[in-house]
């Protein structure tokens, strides 16, 4: 299993942008795919956006696409989500994990446990 902390999260206008990270520890998850999900009380843990170990391939769940961006630094084992015109919809607790995806998107893999998450909070 490898833990993960999610941090970067906060409060913004709509319109503006936050960066959140997600630190690995326990092992390394170079040689995985992780993705970030995101939960509101409306929809568990839905999938937001993939990248494999290398960082040659990312995807993106449609509502995002254009905004958001996906990267990794495996030397410091933390992957993060570049948010950009951010809307009040996109209010939710934010969760990274390793996972397996399709061209439908990705799934926690491993049953990895979930972390604590960080809260993005998007006003109107």
């Known amino acids: 299993q490898v833990q993960l902390e999610e941090s970067g999260g906060g409060l913004v206008q709509a319109g503006g942008s936050l960066t959140l990270s997600c630190a690995a520890s326990g092992r390394t998850v170079s040689s995985n795919t992780v993705a970030w999900f995101r939960q509101t009380p409306e929809m568990e843990h839905e999938f937001v956006a993939g990248i494999d170990w290398g960082g040659g391939w990312t995807y993106y769940t449609d509502s995002v696409k254009g905004r958001f961006g996906i990267t990794r630094d495996n030397a410091k084992n933390t992957v993060y989500l570049q948010m950009n015109a951010l809307k009040p919809e996109d209010t939710a607790v934010y969760y990274c994990?390793?996972?397996?995806?399709?061209?439908?998107?990705?799934?926690?893999?491993?049953?990895?446990?979930w972390g604590r998450g960080t809260q993005v909070t998007v006003s109107a």
């Open positions: 994990n390793v996972a397996a995806c399709s061209r439908n998107g990705c799934e926690r893999s491993d049953n990895n446990p």
